[in-house]
């Protein structure tokens, strides 16, 4: 069962992949959780988060195209 931050993580990351909000309001939103994941001991939500910042920073330096940057969100929202 996943904890409450990772579920309210997942409830961002879907906001995103629905167009409700921009990959600048999300990435807004997830710093400060980034700054203090590690001390909040919930390694799925930790694990969550490292991988949006990794997909955040693959699509900016233009590795991930803007579908499979998509792709990503969606999947990571659903799994992980």
Known sequence: MASRLESIIRAKVIEFV???ISLDVLHDWLV???WSIEERNDPKAEKLVYAIELAIAEH???HLLEFDFQFTYFY???TL
Do not use: T
């Open 18 to 20: 629905a167009g409700e």
């Open 32 to 34: 400060p959780i980034v």
């Open 60 to 62: 900016s330096a233009h």
């Open 76 to 78: 990571l929202g659903k």
